[in-house]
């Protein structure tokens, strides 16, 4: 199957800092989507997206097909964003989740 | 965003015990699936229905595990004799949207915990 790679593993912010995640897949996708697991465990949808960009306030998303990744931006960073973040990809029946940003913004 | 209950939400059995968990969607919404996420990882995927149907269950240890979508709507997911190894969080997606893109959404998963 589809592997997922995530960068990096592990990531500490001062709140308000900017970041960038980065997911690459060894194969090509159709269909991509990055989740939060917040601290209780559930995955938050953060976007849905098999191509392009998409913006939805300090969250941003960039996915590359052709070139097999995708970049998730966090900007002015808050404590709340904290969390383990998933992306998920792949094409048609064979989609796989990376193994996690784990972000911690402290104050 | 589409809804998705899950039961129980925490579990404490010990080995060799029988568990079940639930699954219960909004109606309307074709492809079910059952992850399991143990700590530290990514969730895997167990089992994916479409309707009433199996269409992946390659990952899922099918002498201990189980599991069966009535009517094509709520699941169950059913682990016998359970193992030290199973303690995980169980999560149920569906696959929906208005435009049936492929985007999941996830319940909140029900925590499993084998002594």
């Known amino acids: 199957g589809i592997q997922v790679e995530q960068s990096p593993p592990d990531l500490i912010l001062q709140e308000g800092a900017n970041s960038t995640l980065r997911c690459n897949f060894s194969?090509?996708?159709?269909?991509l989507q990055w989740f939060h697991q917040n601290p209780w465990g559930q995955l938050i949808n953060l976007f849905y997206i098999p191509s392009g960009t998409k913006q939805n306030g300090r969250l941003s998303a960039t996915t590359v097909a052709t070139e097999r990744y995708s970049l998730l931006y966090i900007s002015s960073s808050q404590t709340t964003d904290s969390g383990v973040y998933f992306c998920?990809?792949?094409?048609?029946?064979?989609?796989?989740f990376g193994k996690g940003t784990l972000l911690t913004v402290n104050p | 965003e589409a809804g998705v209950a899950q039961s129980p939400r925490y579990k404490i059995i010990e080995k060799r015990q029988s568990v079940a968990f639930w699954c219960n969607p909004i109606?309307?919404?074709?492809?079910l699936y059952w992850y399991q996420q143990i700590l530290g990882q990514g969730p895997k995927l167990l089992i994916q229905?479409?309707?009433?149907?199996?269409?992946?269950d390659s990952q899922l240890p099918k002498d201990r595990f189980s599991a069966e979508r009535l009517k094509g709507v709520d699941s169950t997911l059913k682990i016998q004799p359970a193992k030290l190894e199973d303690s995980a969080v169980y999560l149920c997606?569906?696959?929906?949207?208005?435009?049936?893109?492929?985007?999941?959404?996830f319940g909140e998963g029900s925590r499993l915990t084998v002594l």
């Open positions: 229905f479409q309707n009433n149907g199996v269409v992946d």
């Open positions: 194969d090509s996708v159709n269909n």
């Open positions: 109606s309307g919404h074709a492809t």
């Open positions: 998920r990809g792949g094409s048609n029946y064979k989609l796989t």
């Open positions: 997606a569906i696959k929906g949207g208005l435009a049936d893109t492929g985007e999941l959404f």
